[in-house]
């Protein structure tokens, strides 16, 4: 089944320790988002690429950083984690004729 | 930034039980999307609506876009246990999702 794919599903690190999350779609969708989601809040829109346009949102600190080699693929960096990243981040995607976006099961990372 | 306004906050309700939920806005948006998450798992779509007044049905879901285009109702019919979950509403404006802050959905047997 064509689907997003986050790995790991929980991630660890130390505070300052730099961490990457993945992200791969089997759906070959143009458009990959990263959102951050803490707990009880919506999904907050980090940044996006369109096919390997980097859109970055103005209030995402820039601690975090992506990378996407190709369309299957996409990483999010956080360069030094602190105490406040800790939360849920969930990859997403769609097709450049729909706005309709899917959603990966996330990473879930916790900093000690 | 923008805001969408989603209600209730909560809820808790019998199975068998119907359940409506809402989301306005003072912004006129073009798509409404409904998506449902559940604990530790990504947001998961269920109806996507794209024209004022359209009504939409998935199932015991039915979803609707608001004449005025600046808000939008679904609606979840005879409830069941597996229906529990964080529900949330998004619009679509500049090209971006803003979502609703959720609504919780708890089903007792």
């Known amino acids: 089944d064509a689907m997003v794919i986050q790995n790991p599903r929980y991630q660890v690190t130390q505070f300052g320790k730099p961490v990457t999350l993945s992200c791969s779609q089997t759906l070959n969708h143009n458009v990959m988002y990263w959102y951050q989601q803490k707990s009880s809040q919506a999904p907050k829109l980090l940044f996006h690429?369109?096919?390997?346009?980097?859109?970055n949102e103005a209030d995402t600190p820039d601690n975090f950083q992506s990378r996407r080699p190709n369309t299957s693929f996409c990483f999010l960096d956080i360069r030094s984690p602190g105490l406040g990243d800790a939360a849920m981040y969930l990859c997403?995607?769609?097709?450049?004729?729909?706005?309709?976006?899917?959603f990966g099961p996330g990473t879930r990372l916790t900093v000690l | 930034g923008q805001q969408l306004n989603q209600s209730p906050q909560s809820m808790f309700i019998q199975e068998g039980e119907d359940v409506s939920m809402n989301c306005t806005s003072s912004s006129i948006f073009n798509t409404w999307l409904w998506y449902k998450q559940d604990p530790g798992e990504g947001p998961v779509l269920l109806i996507a609506l794209y024209k004022a007044g359209e009504l939409t049905s998935n199932g015991r879901l039915t979803a609707q876009f608001g004449i005025t285009r600046k808000d939008s109702f679904l609606n979840i019919s005879a409830s069941i246990p597996s229906d529990v979950g964080i529900y949330f509403c998004?619009?679509?404006?500049?090209?971006?999702?803003?979502f609703g802050q959720g609504t919780t959905l708890q089903v007792k047997p």
């Open positions: 690429y369109y096919d390997k346009d980097f859109n």
């Open positions: 997403a995607t769609r097709r450049t004729s729909s706005y309709e976006q899917f």
């Open positions: 998004a619009g679509l404006l500049t090209g971006k999702l803003i």
